[in-house]
C-alpha cells in the first residue's frame, strides 16, 4: 500500500482532532485508468486518467457530517476539518451513529491471500488499442453484422486506505483489465444491437479479444428481425446475463437500510422461505481474484462469508454498524463507503446454488415461453414487490428458440417469482454475483 495514502488519513484524523471532533474516520483513494475506443479500424478517444480523492468523516457526541476534496494540501485538509465539525454540531443527533469498537476489529489489514491485484506491468496504450482493434474486427467479420459501434479496452488501478481514531487503519489495492464491443445487424427501424464485454482483475485471465468480439457479433446477428411476443402469461426464462437483476432486487429488499426505512417488500420475512427450498444465497466476500472481493468493510469489520438466504429460508439483513444498532442487532460487515459520505450497507460478491441441468434443458421444459437476454426500464414497487421491466430476447415454441423478440414488458410480483425459480447450471465462476439463467413461471407478458 503507498504510503502517502496512510499519511494523508493520518493527516485528516489529526485535524479532526485539532477541530474539536470526538472520534473521526478518513478515507484515502487514488486511482489510475487508461482506455481506449476505436471505431472502423482507428482509434477513436483515448484517456489516461490520474488523481486521489480524500474524505473525512467526524463525529461531535451522537452527530456527524462528512466531506471530501481532491486537493490533498495542509490548508485544505485543516479547512475540512473545521468545516466537518461545524456542520456535525448542527446535525440532528442520531443514537445510531458511532465508530467500531476495537474489539470488532479486523485482523487483516491488507489483502494478502486475496489476489485483488495484478502484480504484472500496466499496458501501454498501443497494446490496449490492438485488444479492442481485434475485437471490432472479429465482429465486423461475423455474417450478418451491418456496422460495429465501438469496441474499447481499459485497465485501472485504485488504491485506499482507512483509517480511523479508533486505532484501525488498513489498505489495498485493486487493478482491472477490460474489453468490450458493441455490434449491430439491420438497418434503420430494423437495426438490433447487442454487446459483450469481459473483465478481470489480473490481465492473463482475460479472455482473447477475438473472441469477445466474434460473440458481440453473433449476438446481434440473432436478433436480427426481432418482432413482439404476443401477450399473455407464459414461463420467462431470465437468461445468465439478465439474471442476477432478479437476484438483486432481493439484495435490495434485505439491505439493512430498507428495513429500517421499513420500504420493503421483504420486511416481515426474516426466517421465512423467499426461494425454493434446496436453494441458497451464500455473500462470500474472500473468494480469489474476484472483483467484489475485500479483507474488511468500510467500518474496518472483518469480511466473513454468510448464508444470507440457506435452503430457501432467509437468515438475515445485510447491515453495517448504524442499521444494526438500529434494529437492535450486529453488524455482518457489509458497510461500503465512499469518500463523500457515512458507510451505508451492500452486499459483494454473491453466489445463487446452481441446479443440476442446463440452459438448454430449461427451454425445452418450458414449451412456450420467452428467453429474456436484455432488460430495459423498470417499476419496482420496493414495499409491494411488484415488477414490470421492459425486454427483449426470444421466443419459444416446442422447447426450441425460433425468433427473436423485442418491445415487450414482463410483469409479475417478486415475492412469487422468486419462489418459484428454478436455477440452470451456467454461472460464471469469475463473476462476483454468481447467478445461473433462472425459469420463473407465470409472467405477464405485454407483446403484440
Not at 479547512?79 to 465508530?99: F, H, I, N, Q, T
Not at 440457506?310 to 453488524?331: E, H, N, P, Y
Not at 438448454?360 to 415488477?387: E, R
Request: charged share 20%; with cysteine.
Amino acid at each position: 500500500m503507498p504510503q502517502p495514502l496512510a499519511d494523508l488519513t493520518a493527516r485528516m484524523l489529526d485535524a479532526a482532532t485539532r477541530a474539536g471532533a470526538d472520534a473521526a474516520d478518513a478515507l484515502a483513494m487514488s486511482a489510475r485508468s487508461v482506455s481506449i475506443e476505436v471505431l472502423k479500424g482507428r482509434l477513436e478517444h483515448a484517456e489516461r486518467a490520474e488523481g486521489v480523492d480524500i474524505g473525512l468523516r467526524v463525529l461531535v457526541g451522537q452527530r456527524q457530517a462528512s466531506v471530501a476534496s481532491s486537493d490533498t494540501s495542509d490548508e485544505t485538509i485543516a479547512e475540512m476539518a473545521a468545516r466537518a465539525v461545524a456542520m456535525a454540531r448542527e446535525a440532528p443527533e442520531d443514537s445510531s451513529v458511532g465508530l467500531a469498537e476495537p474489539g470488532q476489529f479486523a485482523a487483516a489489514r491488507d489483502a494478502t491471500g486475496l489476489d485483488l491485484a495484478d502484480p504484472a506491468a500496466e499496458p501501454d496504450a498501443a497494446l490496449l488499442e490492438q485488444d479492442a482493434l481485434a475485437a471490432e474486427a472479429a465482429a465486423r467479420d461475423v455474417d450478418g453484422v451491418a456496422q460495429v459501434q465501438g469496441a474499447s479496452a481499459s485497465y485501472g488501478l485504485r488504491s485506499m486506505y482507512l483509517a480511523a481514531s479508533n486505532g484501525f487503519a488498513g489498505g489495498y489495492d485493486r487493478t482491472g483489465r477490460s474489453v468490450s464491443c458493441v455490434a449491430i445487424s439491420g438497418e434503420g427501424s430494423a437495426m438490433e444491437r447487442d454487446y459483450n464485454g469481459e473483465s478481470r482483475i489480473f490481465q492473463a485471465d482475460l479472455p482473447d479479444p477475438c473472441e469477445i468480439g466474434r460473440l458481440a457479433g453473433e449476438r446481434a446477428v440473432a436478433r436480427f428481425g426481432a418482432k413482439k411476443p404476443p401477450t399473455g402469461a407464459y414461463p420467462v426464462l431470465f437468461d445468465e446475463r439478465v439474471a442476477a437483476s432478479l437476484i438483486g432486487h432481493l439484495l435490495a429488499a434485505v439491505n439493512g437500510s430498507a428495513i429500517v426505512r421499513g420500504a420493503s417488500w421483504l420486511s416481515d420475512a426474516l426466517g421465512q422461505p423467499v426461494l425454493p427450498a434446496g436453494i441458497s444465497l451464500t455473500h462470500d466476500p474472500l473468494r480469489r481474484r474476484i472483483s467484489g472481493s475485500k479483507p474488511f468493510d468500510a467500518e474496518g469489520l472483518a469480511s466473513v462469508p454468510r448464508d444470507i438466504v440457506a435452503d430457501g429460508v432467509l437468515q438475515g439483513w445485510i447491515l453495517d454498524l448504524a442499521t444494526a444498532r438500529r434494529l437492535g442487532m450486529q453488524s455482518t460487515a457489509n458497510a461500503t463507503r465512499g469518500t463523500a459520505g457515512p458507510p451505508s450497507p451492500s452486499s459483494g460478491n454473491v453466489a445463487l446454488t446452481p441446479g443440476s441441468r442446463s440452459r438448454a434443458d430449461l427451454i425445452a421444459d418450458m414449451g412456450t415461453g420467452l428467453v429474456v437476454t436484455s432488460l430495459i426500464g423498470a417499476s419496482i414497487n420496493p414495499t409491494t414487490g411488484d415488477y414490470s421491466r421492459g425486454a427483449s430476447g426470444f421466443w419459444v415454441e416446442g422447447g426450441e428458440i425460433v425468433r427473436p423478440v423485442n418491445e415487450c414488458t414482463i410483469a409479475g410480483n417478486l415475492r412469487a417469482m422468486l419462489k418459484t425459480i428454478v436455477a440452470a447450471d451456467d454461472a460464471r465462476a469469475h463473476l462476483s454475483t454468481r447467478v445461473p439463467s433462472l425459469l420463473v413461471e407465470g409472467l405477464i407478458i405485454a407483446g403484440a
